[in-house]
């Protein structure tokens, strides 16, 4: 991927070093109270049994409400020799590219997500997560959270590597901010509070988190069109990352058997095809999972 020709961002936050990431599913957080120990271990249950460990973590300690992001975040943007920031730096500025473009198309105005790194544990308006929680997204301050060793763990534990791997990584979580100024997470969190349920094969959160894997194909697409930037198994290499955290292929791995009942993402080949769809033409309109009879 020749990911040097996308325009650089300056909505890129560097809070690592510092141990509480300075203010803050793919699978990718609650934790005033809790130990670390605690936090892990909720986590740890999160990925048995498929429920996302953001909502236990936020359950517990009735974080999960639209709080404003800690004030004490630094707006710090990464050092310029930092290649790996500067590569999420050129996606995320593509993606605003993107998005902005589309959004103007259809006569309303796309407002740029923030994207945080860290290291190890961050504090997020949905709560305190850790790295082991995986990339997210959190609604209630509009911005993406990520710790760069998820892109080792994702080449060493899930066989999926590669720059437009975890470029769709990136891609996913801004579908999630990309359903925030539709109104789709608002639909979502409505269903919650009247007590329809959100998980399980075709469940709300499942078509919510494939939606997402569409509007990645969607940028995709649409940036590929406009840059030229994709090589020989880029497109692979994504297919391949969703692929891999696929629910019924992490359960499988996880706990030796897939309980379809408590899906939140997808199943691979789900994952897999929807990204595919949003790539295929570059349109929002074929991202309808909502609709969908057959994911």
């Not at 998820?150 to 579908?175: L, N, P, S, T, W």
Request: charged share 20%.
């Amino acid at each position: 991927m020749l990911w040097k020709k996308g325009r650089r961002s300056d909505n890129v936050v560097d809070a690592r070093g510092d141990d509480m990431g300075g203010g803050g599913g793919m699978r990718f957080g609650g934790g005033k109270g809790l130990s670390l120990g605690a936090i892990l271990l909720i986590v740890g249950i999160g990925w048995i049994t498929g429920q996302d460990p953001l909502q236990i973590l936020g359950q517990l300690t009735g974080q999960m409400s639209e709080q404003p992001a800690p004030s004490s975040q630094t707006r710090q943007a990464p050092p310029a020799n930092d290649e790996q920031a500067e590569f999420v730096r050129s996606i995320l500025g593509d993606t605003e590219d993107t998005w902005g473009a589309i959004f103007q198309q259809a006569g309303r105005q796309y407002k740029d997500p923030t994207l945080v790194l860290f290291s190890n544990r961050v504090n997020s308006a949905c709560g305190m997560a850790t790295s082991a929680t995986g990339p997210f997204y959190c609604p209630a301050d509009q911005k993406v959270y990520l710790d760069m060793a998820f892109f080792q763990e994702m080449a060493q534990r899930f066989k999926a590597a590669g720059d437009f791997a975890q470029a769709y990584v990136i891609a996913h979580e801004v579908g999630h901010h990309v359903q925030t100024l539709l109104g789709v997470s608002a639909k979502i969190q409505a269903a919650r509070q009247q007590g329809r349920q959100m998980q399980g094969d075709g469940g709300l959160l499942v078509r919510q988190e494939l939606q997402a894997d569409c509007l990645a194909g969607v940028w995709a697409y649409n940036a590929q069109k406009r840059l030229n930037w994709l090589e020989p198994g880029d497109i692979e290499e994504a297919l391949n990352a969703a692929n891999a955290i696929g629910d019924d292929r992490l359960q499988q791995q996880g706990q030796g058997r897939v309980v379809p009942d408590s899906f939140t993402h997808g199943t691979s080949a789900q994952r897999v095809r929807w990204f595919k769809t949003g790539f295929a033409q570059g349109q929002v309109g074929q991202c309808d999972t909502f609709a969908a009879k057959n994911l």
